[in-house]
T-cell receptor
Framework: AQKVTQAQTEISVVEKEDVTLDCVYE???????LFWYKQPPSGELVFLIR??????QNEISGRYSWNFQKSTSSFNFTITASQVVDSAVYFC????????????FGKGTKLSVKP | DGGITQSPKYLFRKEGQNVTLSCEQN?????MYWYRQDPGQGLRLIYY???????QKGDIAEGYSVSREKKESFPLTVTSAQKNPTAFYLC???????????????FGDGTRLSIL
């Protein structure tokens, strides 16, 4: 069975702290994609990153970085020098096998960044 | 600007009533999706459609129905058979896979449905 686990339900940090959001997945597929989405209070999901199972290179985009480790089935997301605008719910998602674009979402991690 | 428009933003349903949530996209995407989000939960797939006049059930299709008569539109009807409809509903779309697979889904702003 395929599954995505985001063990951290809520995280609260003070502005400028670094914070890591954990994502652990389960799948028997050899080819799959992992995604991170951000859901601000307004409600829409904003796509952040897509990573395929053959690309284990870490990625950095500004203050955001992602660490993909196939050996531990993890795809963690780090925000460096957090800002109040980073406050949102963050979802990790896994593409299903034989994918028609369908995703399995984790339950999300609510990040609160306080000034 | 291209995007996905969901309407209304808030919707109230009386007991025994069917209600329809609208989802329109002008991104020329082939595939469209409906998700349900409950507090503290991830998104669960209700229905999806890869092409006009065709759609498939997702994980929690009972009590819902959809149609896909036009590429741009994928309305969701919450029927009276859905006993716990209060939730946040999100519509998404994505382009067909051409060479590059599993392209990301783009989401609308959502509709919040409540029971009166």
């Amino acid at each position: 069975a395929q599954k995505v686990t985001q063990a951290q339900t809520e995280i609260s940090v003070v502005e400028k702290e670094d914070v890591t959001l954990d994502c652990v997945y389960e799948t028997r597929d050899t080819t799959y994609y992992l995604f991170w989405y951000k859901q601000p209070p307004s409600g829409e999901l904003v796509f952040l990153i897509r990573r395929n199972s053959f690309d284990e290179q870490n990625e950095i985009s500004g203050r955001y970085s992602w660490n993909f480790q196939k050996s531990t089935s993890s795809f963690n997301f780090t925000i460096t020098a957090s800002q109040v605008v980073d406050s949102a719910v963050y979802f990790c998602a896994l593409s299903r096998g034989g994918s028609q674009g369908n995703l399995i979402f984790g339950k999300g991690t609510k990040l609160s960044v306080k000034p | 600007d291209g995007g996905i428009t969901q309407s209304p933003k808030y919707l109230f349903r009386k007991e025994g009533q069917n209600v329809t949530l609208s989802c329109e996209q002008n991104l020329n995407h082939d595939a469209m999706y409906w998700y349900r989000q409950d507090p503290g939960q991830g998104l669960r797939l209700i229905y999806y459609s890869q092409i006009v006049n065709d759609f498939q059930k997702g994980d929690i299709a009972e009590g819902y129905s959809v149609s896909r008569e036009k590429k741009e539109s994928f309305p969701l009807t919450v029927t009276s058979a859905q006993k716990n409809p209060t939730a946040f509903y999100l519509c998404a779309s994505r382009p067909r896979d051409r060479g590059e697979v599993d392209q990301p889904q783009h989401f609308g702003d959502g509709t919040r449905l409540s029971i009166l």
